[in-house]
Every structure is written in C-alpha cells, then in structure tokens.
C-alpha cells in the first residue's frame, strides 16, 4: 500500500508546487470516494472544500533553548550509557583473555616436569605457581566484571 501510495504522493506534490506557493489548495471528494487536491474545485465533485495554506514561516527554526537543553541532556546519557557498555565490554574481554589463558596454561612448559625413581614424573612447584597465578587472574576479572556491571 506504502509503495503505490508514494508515485501519487510525489505527483500529487509536484502538480501542486505553484498552488502551493501561492498557498491556495481545493480538496475536492469526488462520487466514488476519492479525494482530489488541486488548485481548483473539481467540477463533478460531490464536496470541494478551499483549504488556506499558511506560508508564513518559511525554512528552518533554530532550536528553542528548551530543546537545546533537552539535545545535550539526551547527548550526555547517551555518552553515559555508551561509556558504562564499553566498561562492560572491556571487563568481558578480560575475563575471557584470563580463562583461555587458564586453559591454554595447564598444559606443564618443558622445565616444570621432574623425573621420578620410578622413571615416571612429576610436576614442579613452578607449575603449581603457575596455575594459582593464572586462577587469581580469572578470579580477579570475574570480580572486575561484577563489579563494573553493579557500577561499584
């Protein structure tokens, strides 16, 4: 319905430019219904109503100040707003930077495996380190990730 309505919309405003500018219009319903703008009365019309065009205010109206308060107000909480989910996205970002880097870490590097006697091995207490390091670091950006979130 949009689609066929948008050709007589644009025909209709380009026959009507210089009735328009001379701010005279007829709004003329016709037998079947239809309505018809022109800049003069239909002579079949059932009703033809004169409509007066106000062209007194011409092009743009700077802003009131009322709505320029209203702008940098809707501005600022959008920046806000913004600001808070790049925190949370960042945060995010950090606690899976921290939980692959556990993952990828469990597996012991070439000097933290000891031989035994029974020709077996075993880990070191460097590995050990290791891994509570990695686990407070994930434990530490789970805790960021709270508290960004809450807004603490």
Known sequence: MLKRMLPVTVVLAVALWPTMAAGQLYKSTMPDGRVIYSDKPQPDAVKSEKKQLDTSRRGVESPS????????????????????????????????????????????????????????????????????????????????????????
């Open 65 to 152: 100040a009322g709505e320029k308060a209203t702008l940098q107000r809707l501005e600022g909480d959008r920046r806000a707003r913004e600001s808070a989910e790049d925190r949370v996205r960042r945060a995010e970002q950090a606690l899976h930077d921290a939980e692959v880097a556990q993952q990828m870490g469990k597996e012991a590097q070439p000097n933290e495996r000891l031989g035994t006697a029974g020709g077996g091995s075993r880990l070191t207490d460097g590995y050990w380190e290791r891994q509570k390091k990695l686990e407070e670091a994930v434990t530490s950006a789970r805790r960021t990730l709270d508290q960004v979130r809450t807004g603490k």
